[in-house]
C-alpha cells in the first residue's frame, strides 16, 4: 500500500451537485468516460456503442431491504435502528441512534409491532449492535412490513413510493443489502436488451451492500483504516463467463464497485475467479493490482471516502482528479442518483 493521506482523496463538491433524486428515465444519465488523460462526455443510452461483442458485464443483483426501523426503549426514548445485516431470521447487526447508546439487556419495541433486545455490540470499533428478536419468528418479514427504505444520508428527503423502485436495479433478486448498488440504477430493461442482442454478455454476482459503506474514514494515514465486512456469492456460471471472456479476448466489466469488490476478493493471483461464498473486507487504494477488471461502470463518489481511493487505484490518481474536476465543473449530478462514469483500468498510480 502507498503511504497516502486521507486529504489526498478530497475536493470541493458544490451541495447542489448532490443528486436528491434520480432522472426521469434510468438511462437518462450522463456518463462520463475516462480512458487515461482522455475525457469523454457522453449519455448512459450511448453505452452500447462503448462496448464490443464479447465483452462481459457482470451485475450485483443484491436487493435492498427495508431496513430503517423506529421505535422506542423500555424508557420510552426513542430509537432509530438501521440494519446493517440480518444474520438469520432471530439475529442481526444493526445501528442504532438513541439519545444514550442502549446496553446489552435493553429491549427496544420497534414499529409498535415487535420486541429486540440489544446483546453486545459489533463491528472493529464497536459502531455495530446486535440484536435478537425475542417474541416473533422473522426479522426478514418484519423488516418487509415495517421497515423503511433506507435512503443515503446525503439524500434529504423521506423515501417514498418512487424511491422504492428507482433505489433498486431493474435486476434486483437477492435481498439483503441495505444500500444499493448505485451503478446499475441505471439499467433498464431495454438497455440490457440491446446490450445483449448486440453480443455484450451478461453474470451476475451478489454482495450485501452494508450501512457500513457509509463510515467515514476516521484516520489521517490511509493505510490505518479497516474495512467493514460484506458478504458476497459468485455463481459457478458467472465463473465460467469470465474464464470463457478472458481466453476470448473479450472485456470483463464490472458494474459498480461491489461487483469489483467481489471479484477481486473472488480472484487467485492469475486472475482465475472462484464460484462460492464468502465475506469480503478487501480495501482497494492506489498501488492495487487488478487481476479481474478491465472496465469499470460507477458513480461519482464521496470525498475522502474508500469508493473514491477504489475508482483512484483503477483509474490512476491523477485521472481521477481530472474527471472529478472536469465533472464539478460540467454540473454533473453526484452519488446514488447522480451521473456516471465508465472507466478504463490504468496501471499508473
Not at 409491532?113 to 470499533?125: M, S
Not at 471479484?263 to 493471483?269: C, F, I
Not at 470525498?303 to 472536469?326: D, N
Request: hydrophobic share 45%.
Amino acid at each position: 500500500m502507498i503511504p497516502l493521506s486521507v486529504d489526498d482523496f478530497d475536493f470541493p463538491l458544490p451541495p447542489e451537485l448532490i443528486a436528491q433524486h434520480p432522472a426521469p428515465e434510468r438511462t437518462g444519465s450522463r456518463l462520463l468516460h475516462v480512458a487515461g488523460a482522455a475525457l469523454h462526455d457522453r449519455r448512459f443510452a450511448d453505452l452500447p456503442a462503448l462496448l464490443g461483442r464479447g465483452d462481459l458485464l457482470v451485475f450485483n443483483d443484491t436487493r435492498v431491504i427495508k431496513a430503517r426501523i423506529f421505535g422506542c426503549k423500555e424508557s420510552g426514548g426513542r430509537v432509530e435502528v438501521l440494519l446493517e445485516r440480518i444474520v438469520d431470521d432471530r439475529h442481526a447487526i444493526a445501528q442504532v441512534r438513541a439519545s444514550k447508546a442502549p446496553k446489552p439487556g435493553t429491549k427496544l419495541w420497534l414499529a409498535d409491532a415487535f420486541t429486540v433486545v440489544v446483546t453486545g455490540r459489533a463491528g472493529a470499533a464497536g459502531e455495530f449492535f446486535t440484536l435478537e428478536l425475542v417474541d416473533r419468528d422473522s426479522l426478514w418479514d418484519l423488516a418487509e412490513a415495517h421497515g423503511r427504505l433506507p435512503l443515503p444520508p446525503y439524500i434529504t428527503h423521506p423515501a417514498d413510493a418512487s424511491d422504492e423502485a428507482r433505489y433498486q436495479t431493474v435486476y434486483a433478486r437477492e435481498p439483503g443489502a441495505v444500500a444499493a448498488p448505485t451503478a446499475g440504477l441505471h439499467f433498464d430493461e431495454a438497455l440490457l436488451a440491446t446490450l445483449r442482442a448486440q453480443g455484450v454478455n451478461t453474470a451476475f454476482l451478489t454482495l450485501h451492500v452494508g450501512a457500513g459503506t457509509y463510515q467515514p474514514v476516521r484516520v489521517d494515514k490511509v493505510a490505518e483504516h479497516r474495512m467493514h465486512s460484506e458478504r458476497f456469492a459468485i455463481p459457478q456460471a458467472t465463473a465460467d463467463a469470465i474464464a470463457a471472456t478472458r481466453a476470448a479476448g473479450g472485456r470483463v466489466i464490472a458494474v459498480g464497485t461491489t461487483s469489483l469488490r467481489a471479484l477481486e476478493s473472488a480472484a487467485a493471483a492469475d486472475g482465475t475467479v472462484h464460484a462460492g461464498s464468502a465475506e469480503t473486507d478487501i480495501f482497494i487504494t492506489p498501488g492495487y493490482r487488478f487481476k479481474v477488471v478491465d472496465r469499470l461502470i460507477t458513480n461519482f463518489h464521496l470525498p475522502k471516502s474508500t469508493l473514491l481511493m477504489l475508482v483512484s487505484a483503477f483509474a490512476g490518481m491523477a485521472a481521477i482528479r481530472a474527471a472529478y474536476t472536469h465533472a464539478v465543473g460540467e454540473r454533473y449530478r453526484f452519488f446514488s442518483y447522480g451521473d456516471a462514469m465508465l472507466l478504463e483500468r490504468s496501471d499508473a498510480v
